[in-house]
């Protein structure tokens, strides 16, 4: 079902349109919050219980903590002998909220179990990083990466990972070529948890 | 007509029913695995038991087994009955691989199903000790057999033995080492062994053509009838369209049959089973063709129909009717054939019109279903007097002499591919002396090659129709999805057709021109769409064809 919703232009008002008040007000709110951030810093320096100021992190050479429940992109496991742990068995397609896995099952003929991934993709783009996926799964073969936040790419079809994709990364590594140019070190797991735990 | 009671609630049976019937009488599912309407009873499995209490003394019985009686008082849920069930079930669940991940029958699964319902209980058999079994393995051409998973209920083997009575399968072993295997020098490769898939209460037995194709529960379930052979078998469509796959080309996952005592029972053959891949072929045809002028742009079907109307009411007018034949299809729904009459033969005159062929593919005719006739609609072309040309027999074969003569200067073919219905030479001889043909066709072929305008037919499962059967039975088939690219259904074609010839046809949608069969055709009179109803409708005249089980009387291969 479409609905369609219409939505009405904003009038300005003539005070609106004389442009400078505006400019003014935007200015005032902005300084308004830096000025209250910059009381915090003062005030905690002095031992003051005020709120917690905000920082700024120095993204992508400094690194905010990521909570150890965080989870992200999606990899795919594989079994000791190599093949995807992954039957195809659509539990996880069938959990997806969001209808963005899509796999196509087949038949293995290699005296392994019958059923495999043909294909497997999903499309980030649509995710909404639930989970249910993961949970859903009967073979633990799905799970979500709980390092990174930084899913980035210069095109959509970037986000559209397939199971050669999802399979390779059984370990921790970056979603993107760029993004592995950008920081050059491959941060663990273990950094990660004991930095959350330090914050 | 015993009168008795089930969980409360009073039921009168016919005489000889079992318990499991009558209790589906008040809509209450007593859960079974051996039992199955349409074979002999063998109460092997133990699951249907229920609480029978007779004058006052309480047992328990099996359901499938057991005859409803006047005063019975029957308990299909109780503490008692839970208990029993439970254990029956652990007692399949012992060994059970548990494959439901990979199992084709997940969703649709009697183990599931039963275990969800009444087991629930947690399993005491450790995973190491569990008895493997054969997996993975053919039975047959297009079946697969996982053993590990069967319970034993021997449907399969009473399919084989007592419905196409070829014997192919059989259990071997006893205790925990009991297994289905094949009899020895048999393969499952009769024309009906897709039943056993439908049978199997649980995955044991697998379609190769359907295996691992989609998940069960993705797909949606069409009621319509099979347009494979002249019985017209009714069937559920299993399809599925709007999840992105890899194969946008298998718009059908699955045809299973659908109960009808009179026509196919609960059977249907593999021929018709696994026919549906025409429908999605890669060599359908998508739009229509032209070789005269198309201006350059994309060509509509519209204006393909406009120029067969010209060319035809331009040879009518300078040679009059005789110069125009129509090789007919008796593959064409009531519908379409009741239009092609109203157009051709009652409004434009044109005698030159037939539906029966020599060239027409004959089928394998045998006791159970097939029948050797594999156009479904037939007994209704007949009935609807596109009668066969210049008199009785092969009035059809006549006509496509005189075509290939080149006493029409325009042929119209429905459906049929000429390109290999005749000799290359008389095919040339065919293109070379007529002057115009135009094809309605649902596929690319010869005759699409080399025909002047092509109009692309919807197929079956693209569009509602009514067919008649050979018993003379009214069936309907449904529109689960639309047609592929640019085709229509036929009776469109003929409708848009006598609209630009002037000739009144002007009905709405389908249900329409079958309404208005019956107010030209006795055989059809009264009968409307409606009353045609799931399980089809007799003719008018036509006496129901009384019940006989479909079942082989050829004796069992002794092994
Ligand atoms: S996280 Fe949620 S939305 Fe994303 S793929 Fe998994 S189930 Fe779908
Ligand atoms: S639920 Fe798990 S095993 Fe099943 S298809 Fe998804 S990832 Fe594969
Ligand atoms: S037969 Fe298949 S679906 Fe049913 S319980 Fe066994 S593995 Fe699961
Ligand atoms: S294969 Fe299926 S139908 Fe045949 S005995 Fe086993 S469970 Fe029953
Ligand atoms: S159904 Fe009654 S014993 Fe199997």
Request: net charge neutral; proline share 4%.
């Amino acid at each position: 079902m479409i609905t369609v919703r219409q939505v009405r232009e904003v009038k300005l008002s003539a005070w609106q349109n004389t442009y400078y008040p505006e400019l003014w007000r935007g200015m005032f709110i902005t300084s308004k919050h830096f000025f209250q951030n910059f009381g915090r810093f003062i005030g905690r320096a002095v031992g003051l219980k005020v709120k917690r100021p905000l920082v700024t992190f120095q993204y992508p050479e400094e690194r905010r903590p990521i909570a150890p429940r965080w989870r992200g992109r999606h990899r795919l496991m594989l079994r000791p002998d190599g093949a995807p742990r992954c039957v195809a068995c659509m539990m996880c397609e069938t959990a997806c909220p969001d209808k963005c896995i899509y796999i196509t099952a087949g038949e293995a003929l290699d005296g392994r179990i019958e059923k495999y991934p043909v294909a497997f993709e999903i499309d980030l783009l649509r995710c909404c990083f639930c989970g249910l996926c993961v949970e859903a799964c009967p073979e633990d073969a799905i799970r979500m990466d709980s390092g990174y936040i930084d899913l980035g790419g210069y095109s959509r079809a970037e986000f559209y990972l397939d199971r050669d994709y999802l399979l390779k990364d059984s370990a921790l590594t970056t979603h993107s070529q760029f993004r592995g140019e950008l920081d050059g070190v491959v941060v663990t797991r273990v950094d990660l948890l004991a930095q959350a735990k330090h914050h | 007509m015993p009168l008795l009671e089930i969980d409360g609630k009073p039921v009168e049976t016919p005489a000889g029913m079992n318990l499991i019937e009558a209790a589906r009488l008040l809509n209450v599912e007593i859960p079974h695995y051996c039992y199955h309407a349409g074979l002999t009873v063998v109460g092997s499995c133990r699951m249907c038991q229920v609480e029978v209490e007779i004058s006052g003394r309480k047992s328990i019985a099996i359901a499938c087994n057991t005859k409803a009686a006047d005063g019975m008082k029957i308990t299909t849920r109780s503490e008692v009955v839970h208990k029993l069930r439970q254990s029956v079930l652990e007692f399949y669940l012992q060994h059970h691989p548990l494959d439901c991940p990979i199992c084709d029958d997940a969703g649709e699964c009697d183990l599931q199903n039963y275990y969800m319902e009444h087991g629930l209980h947690d399993s005491r058999m450790p995973l190491a000790e569990k008895k493997h079994k054969h997996k993975v393995m053919d039975v047959g051409p297009n079946i697969v057999l996982d053993s590990e998973r069967c319970v034993l209920c021997t449907r399969c083997v009473r399919f084989c033995r007592e419905i196409t009575g070829t014997g192919e399968l059989g259990v071997f072993g006893h205790g925990r080492d009991a297994e289905l295997l094949n009899v020895p020098g048999k393969i499952l490769d009769n024309d009906y062994a897709g039943n056993v898939v439908d049978v199997c209460p649980v995955g044991a037995l697998t379609d190769k053509d359907f295996r691992f194709k989609r998940r069960v529960w993705y797909m949606k379930r069409t009621a319509s009838i099979c347009t494979g052979c002249s019985r017209g078998c009714n069937i559920f469509v299993d399809w599925e369209t709007d999840r992105r796959y890899k194969d946008p080309q298998r718009r059908i996952q699955r045809l299973k049959p659908r109960y009808n005592r009179l026509v196919n029972e609960w059977w249907m053959c593999d021929q018709g089973r696994y026919g549906y891949h025409s429908v999605d072929e890669a060599n359908r045809l998508l739009s229509p063709k032209t070789k005269s002028q198309s201006n350059g742009h994309a060509l509509s079907v519209d204006e393909v129909i406009t120029k067969i109307a010209a060319r035809v009411e331009s040879a009518i007018e300078k040679q009059g009717p005789g110069s125009v034949a129509v090789i007919a299809s008796a593959s064409s729904s009531n519908e379409d054939l009741f239009l092609l009459n109203r157009l051709f033969i009652d409004k434009l005159k044109v005698q030159n019109i037939d539906v029966t062929f020599g060239f027409e593919a004959k089928g394998k005719e045998d006791e159970l279903l097939k029948k050797s006739d594999l156009a479904p609609n037939r007994r209704g072309a007949l009935e609807l007097q596109v009668k066969p040309w210049g008199g009785e027999g092969q009035g059809g074969d006549d006509l496509i002499a005189a075509a290939i003569e080149g006493e029409f200067e325009v042929v119209i073919v429905v459906r049929h591919d000429l390109s290999t219905a005749m000799s290359e030479k008389d095919f040339a001889k065919l293109r070379r002396n007529t002057g115009y043909i135009a094809y309605l066709s649902s596929h690319e072929n010869g005759l699409t090659e080399v025909a002047d305008d092509v109009v692309p037919i919807a197929m079956w499962a693209e569009r509602e129709a009514t067919y008649t059967n050979f018993q003379g039975r009214v069936q309907k088939t449904a529109r689960p999805f639309d047609p592929a690219g640019l085709a229509i259904p036929e009776w469109e074609v003929w409708k848009k057709f006598g609209e630009i010839a002037g000739v009144e046809l002007n009905f709405s949608d389908v249900r329409d021109v079958f309404n208005a069969i019956g107010m030209h055709f006795e055989s059809f009179k009264g009968i409307n769409w409606e009353s045609v109803g799931s399980g089809g409708r007799m003719l008018n005249g036509t006496p129901e064809p009384t019940y006989k089980r479909i079942q082989t009387s050829t004796p069992l291969t002794a092994y």
